[in-house]
């Protein structure tokens, strides 16, 4: 009983740490997108 009570509290932890790396990830991946289009809108400016 001991050792579950432990390991339930550390796949909690675990499971957070996961799930906030994701939300980074997908945040910059997005900061990455809009850049890429504003290259690319930058780019058509330039080739009128």
Known sequence: MKK???IIPLILVLCFIVSCQNQEA???LEEMK???EVE???K???EI
């Open 4 to 6: 579950l009570c432990m």
């Open 26 to 28: 997908m945040a910059e």
């Open 34 to 36: 809009a850049q890429a």
């Open 40 to 42: 690319e809108q930058n």
């Open 44 to 46: 058509e400016v330039i």
